[in-house]
Each structure stands twice: as structure tokens, then as C-alpha cells.
């Protein structure tokens, strides 16, 4: 995939002094119940919030546990085999069209902004980012629908990304299946349906 920039999050923590006088009154409410580490332990309810992560920017690298994860688990097992590792669904907005420069030769890569919402197969992990690298060939794709159509507002997104191993000198690629139905897929699958497949697929010279 093309150049990633990373964006680091510093957190911050103040601490809190009790600056309340050695014979002060304790008048926290009285219904306050004290845990301890057997509460932490339990799990947690079927019912319980998904905790959801905030990127400004989500990178496909971000699916994986480890950075090693694609060589030791795809591309050792041998060429083509292949992994879907993860999700990504939301609603584009617009498609950017970025070069950048990689040790002296440019890169190309498609930003799509809009809103989206992605969810690792492998860790669990939930994040949701206003802005998303998927690989360049699926990119190219939205980057198309919004240059065809200038009063496309929105095209719907829903994708399984996965790896598969290419047995080459770049040893695996980004793959995407897509799942979201809008209208410049509409167009295409009405394109299809006009007709069947040919009645002789292996053409033979005449006699």
C-alpha cells in the first residue's frame, strides 16, 4: 500500500491531590459500593457498550496484532493462500488522490473521507475514523464513482479485507470483497443481467 503517515496520540494524566484537612468528615454517599479484584476479574455482560476506538485516519495495518503477523501466519503457508482479517463499513464522501515521495520515487495513494466504522477479525478491536486507506485498487474504484458522477454525494461502503500471498518478490497483497449495494453497482449488475454466459466458451477454428 502507498506511504501511511502515523499519527501518535499523547496522552496526558493530571494527578489529583486530596487536599482535604487530616480531621475532615468522609461525605462521599453512603450507597457507594467498594470493589475489589475478584469485580475486575468477572467478565463483562453480554449487554455491555462495545468499546469503540477514535482514528482520525484508519490504516489497514491497524487489523493486525503484530506487524509480523502476514509472514508468519499468509505468507509462510505458501502462494495463495489468503486471510480475511478484518471490516470496514461507513459512507464515503469524497476521494483524494494523494503523490508522495518514497526515498526519490513518487507513490500514489486514495484517501476516502466520509465516515467509517472498522472491526478486526483477529484482535476484536472497534475503531471509527472520518477518513480510511483502503488498498489502491478497491480506492481507485470510489475515486472513479466520484469523478463519473459530480452530484454523487455518498457511496455506501461495506468490505472484508483480507491478505493473500503472492509467492513474488512483494510477498502478499490486500484483497477487498465488497458487500454494499449503491447505485453505480446497481448500473453494473443491470449491465450484467442483459445477458448469459456465451453458449461456447472454448472457441474451435471451422472445419
Same mark, same amino acid.
Given at each position: 500500500?502507498?506511504?501511511?503517515?502515523?499519527?501518535?496520540?499523547?496522552?496526558?494524566?493530571?494527578?489529583?491531590?486530596?487536599?482535604?484537612?487530616?480531621?475532615?468528615?468522609?461525605?462521599?454517599?453512603?450507597?457507594?459500593?467498594?470493589?475489589?479484584?475478584?469485580?475486575?476479574?468477572?467478565?463483562?455482560?453480554?449487554?455491555?457498550?462495545?468499546?469503540?476506538?477514535?482514528?482520525?485516519?484508519?490504516?489497514?495495518?491497524?487489523?493486525?496484532?503484530?506487524?509480523?503477523?502476514? *509472514? #508468519?501466519?499468509? $505468507? /509462510?503457508?505458501?502462494?495463495?493462500?489468503?486471510?480475511?482479517?478484518?471490516?470496514?463499513?461507513? @459512507?464515503? !464522501?469524497?476521494?483524494?488522490?494523494?503523490?508522495?515521495?518514497?526515498?526519490?520515487?513518487?507513490?500514489?495513494?486514495?484517501?476516502?473521507?466520509?465516515?467509517?466504522?472498522?472491526?478486526?477479525? *483477529? #484482535?476484536?478491536? $472497534? /475503531?471509527?475514523?472520518?477518513?480510511?486507506?483502503?488498498?489502491?485498487?478497491?480506492?481507485?474504484? @470510489?475515486? !472513479?464513482?466520484?469523478?463519473?458522477?459530480?452530484?454523487?454525494?455518498?457511496?455506501?461502503?461495506?468490505?472484508?479485507?483480507?491478505?493473500?500471498a503472492t509467492g513474488k518478490s512483494i510477498p502478499?497483497?490486500?484483497?477487498?470483497?465488497?458487500?454494499?449495494?449503491?447505485?453505480?453497482?446497481?448500473?453494473?449488475?443491470?449491465?450484467?443481467?442483459?445477458?448469459?454466459?456465451?453458449?461456447?466458451?472454448?472457441?474451435?477454428?471451422?472445419?
Open positions: 500500500m502507498a506511504k501511511q503517515s502515523k499519527t501518535q496520540v499523547e496522552e496526558t494524566q493530571e494527578n489529583i491531590v486530596d487536599e482535604r484537612p487530616a480531621d475532615s468528615v468522609d461525605e462521599r454517599p453512603s450507597d457507594i459500593v467498594e470493589l475489589d479484584n475478584e469485580d475486575f476479574a468477572k467478565p463483562l455482560s453480554s449487554s455491555a457498550p462495545t468499546a469503540v476506538r477514535a482514528r482520525r485516519a484508519f490504516m489497514l495495518k491497524y487489523f493486525l496484532p503484530s506487524p509480523q503477523w502476514i *509472514l #508468519t501466519e499468509v $505468507v /509462510s503457508k505458501g502462494k495463495g493462500t489468503r486471510a480475511i482479517i478484518g471490516r470496514i463499513h461507513g @459512507i464515503a !464522501t469524497k476521494a483524494e488522490e494523494k503523490w508522495n515521495d518514497l526515498q526519490g520515487t513518487p507513490t500514489r495513494s486514495i484517501v476516502i473521507h466520509g465516515t467509517f466504522e472498522a472491526e478486526s477479525y *483477529l #484482535t476484536g478491536e $472497534v /475503531s471509527d475514523a472520518t477518513s480510511c486507506y483502503f488498498p489502491l485498487a478497491y480506492a481507485e474504484k @470510489i475515486l !472513479t464513482m466520484f469523478a463519473a458522477d459530480k452530484r454523487l454525494e455518498i457511496v455506501e461502503i461495506d468490505t472484508d479485507i483480507g491478505v493473500e502478499y497483497e490486500w484483497i477487498v470483497i465488497g458487500y454494499a449495494e449503491d447505485h453505480g453497482m446497481e448500473i453494473m449488475k443491470r449491465i450484467k443481467n442483459r445477458r448469459g454466459k456465451p453458449e461456447q466458451l472454448l472457441l474451435t477454428p471451422p472445419k
